[in-house]
């Protein structure tokens, strides 16, 4: 299917503001984020590295709307724009078709993401996550449970934005939307990641939204079951692969470049645009006031590249006064960004990962280089935890009624750690990532069963049984 196909399948509009968006993306650079080199932002042939191998980087003018002066602008100008976008009434119109990029949490702030027609944009909507106060000092009586998470860092100003409440859930949706608008922009018919579980599903989700095939490249047995099915009630075609995660990225890095198949892993610029969104979602909900720690689980180095860069151009854009200091945490059996931080970044390192932290379990991080680059310039640092560390952080995020996946807790326990070795300081601002929902890896760090026996459906046998 050509890319005339599917734009009049998708939404019936005529072809043109495609091309036009292709010959807008082409003024785009990809620069290597090793050698400098610079390409193209579309080419016919769709790359996903520069010639040395190193990865790419979307480099961007930011231009305001026509509606709002077309020019570079002024901080308060995009901020207004921003804050009238986000207090669009939440008001669906029946026409399903007609897209309202107002209300996604990546396409609001469309000009720092990537310059593409309303019309082509891909969305669930995603984004719009919940960013809970719960520390000792911002966390309100009415939320107890909360303040046990500020209590067990030692926070007093602590905030979690919860990444897992996105469509298919994961932060991924954010990436996806800008993955997949490119890919229908590109006439793209299949498009494919390698995956421990989150990716995979989003990935299924956003294909099939646009009509095209997904592929799924899976460590066999390494993926949580619901995530699994997720992902094939979606309709994606999954690939089991003898191998980890690692092995299932190179493998697919292949397949794309061999096949012409579209590939949707974080290695893909565009996705990392999406990705931004993150970060300035958060900056948003802080009313722009930038937190003083930014604190997140970190595997693929897909986040700590994104977050960052986002942190990085609204400081340049003047959204807010000073960058973040940006703290990765890794599980102590998958941890070369750790060793490699711990020597200056003098080498890059890779292991054999090993932890409960599905997620995270990767031991040859793809975004090495980007992530790097935002540890060094916020002045950040990289931690590691143990799967122990994790899991209890994890009870207490769950117990508190927030709840999420065994990866995500990495950056409780990470912020707990760095507040106890006197890093972070306990009165300082804190915004920690959970990447991920509670339902995935539920094997994991909570009970299996309900505890106590079958009781009659009497309310004796209830008293009994509660000890009323
Ligand atoms: N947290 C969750 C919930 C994830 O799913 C992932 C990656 C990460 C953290 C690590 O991300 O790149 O920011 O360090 N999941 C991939 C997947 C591997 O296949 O879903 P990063």
């Not at 020019?71 to 724009?81: D, I, P, R, Y």
């Not at 593409?116 to 309100?140: D, M, W």
């Not at 900056?283 to 700590?304: I, S, Y």
Request: glycine content about 10%.
């Amino acid at each position: 299917m050509g890319i005339n196909s599917i734009e009049n399948k998708a939404a019936g509009a005529s072809p043109e503001p495609h091309v036009a968006a292709q010959e807008a993306l082409a003024a785009l650079v990809l620069r290597c984020v090793e050698c400098d080199a610079r390409y193209p932002g579309y080419e016919t042939e769709a790359r996903y590295r520069c010639k040395c191998g190193g990865v790419l980087d979307v480099e961007a003018p930011f231009r305001l709307p026509a509606s709002k002066g077309g020019n570079e602008g002024t901080a308060s100008v995009w901020k207004q724009l921003f804050d009238e976008r986000a207090s669009t009434a939440p008001i669906w119109p029946l026409n399903t078709s007609q897209l309202l990029p107002d209300r996604s949490g990546v396409w609001r702030y469309r000009e720092l993401i990537l310059p593409v027609p309303e019309s082509a944009i891909v969305s669930r909507p995603e984004g719009n996550t919940s960013l809970y106060p719960v520390g000792l000092e911002n966390c309100e009586e009415g939320r107890k449970g909360h303040r046990q998470i500020g209590a067990y860092a030692g926070l007093e100003h602590f905030f979690l934005k919860h990444e897992g409440e996105n469509p298919t859930g994961s932060f991924k949706d954010r990436g996806m939307s800008s993955g997949v608008t490119m890919a229908r922009l590109r006439g793209a018919r299949a498009v494919a990641c390698a995956s421990t579980g989150n990716t995979s599903a989003s990935l299924a989700s956003y294909a099939a939204q646009a009509g095209m095939q997904g592929i799924v490249f899976l460590p066999a047995g390494q993926v949580a079951g619901g995530k699994l099915a997720q992902s094939l009630a979606y309709g994606a075609t999954t690939v089991q692969i003898e191998g980890d995660f690692d092995a299932a990225m190179q493998l697919v890095e292949q397949v794309c470049n061999e096949l012409g198949v579209y590939l949707l892993n974080s290695l893909n610029p565009y996705r990392v645009e999406g990705q931004k969104a993150i970060g300035l979602e958060i900056l948003q909900q802080l009313n722009w006031q930038a937190p003083d720690w930014l604190v997140l689980p970190a595997g693929n180095l897909g986040n700590t590249s994104a977050i960052g860069k986002a942190f990085r151009q609204a400081h340049q854009l003047g959204l807010i006064d000073h960058l973040p200091r940006i703290a990765s945490i890794q599980a102590a059996g998958a941890n070369p960004f750790y060793r490699s931080f711990t020597q200056q970044f003098a080498r890059r390192e890779r292991v054999h990962a090993d932890t409960v932290a599905s997620a995270i379990k990767i031991g040859d991080p793809v975004s090495y280089a980007r992530a790097r680059r935002v540890i060094e310039e916020s002045n950040g640092i990289v931690e590691e935890v143990t799967d122990e560390e994790i899991l209890a952080a994890k009870a207490v995020i769950d117990r508190s009624g927030i709840g999420c996946e065994p990866a995500s807790a990495a950056a409780l326990a990470g912020a707990k750690k760095l507040v106890a070795r006197g890093i972070i300081r306990s009165d300082e601002r804190v915004v920690g990532v959970l990447t991920g929902h509670m339902l995935k890896d539920s094997h994991t760090g909570i009970p299996q069963s309900v505890t106590g026996q079958t009781i009659a459906p009497a309310l004796d046998a209830v008293k009994r049984a509660l000890k009323l």
